[in-house]
């Protein structure tokens, strides 16, 4: 798809060995990529979850207690206001189906 069309054009400038060398080289990396699977995981999906770890992902680590604290602080600051922050009710899930349907 890519290799015959590159060496056909290349072959008018170069000489036939080094345009062939070219499409070798053009070529390697489609290769590599159909064939390349690390842990069942086919070369996209593996370069899909590198990419997200090294982007997406924070390099440092926050603590729990860190999230904890900014929510503690932000209930604060709602009472104080006078407002308050609804909980969600804990239980079954019978529980919390009588409880919607009460409202």
Do not use: C, W
């Not at 390349?36 to 992902?57: A, G, I, P, V, W």
Request: aromatic fraction near 14%; charged fraction near 35%.
């Amino acid at each position: 798809l890519i290799g015959i069309p590159t060496y056909l054009f290349i072959k008018k400038y170069l000489p036939n060995d080094v345009s062939i060398i070219v499409m070798l080289i053009v070529t390697l990396p489609i290769f590599f990529i159909t064939l390349y699977e690390k842990d069942t995981l086919t070369f996209e999906k593996y370069f899909r979850f590198f990419y997200l770890h090294k982007f997406y992902q924070p390099t440092k680590r926050i603590r729990k207690e860190a999230y904890l604290e900014a929510k503690k602080k932000a209930n604060q600051r709602l009472k104080s206001k006078g407002k308050t922050i609804k909980k969600r009710p804990k239980g079954s899930k019978k529980a919390k189906n009588k409880e919607r349907s009460n409202k």
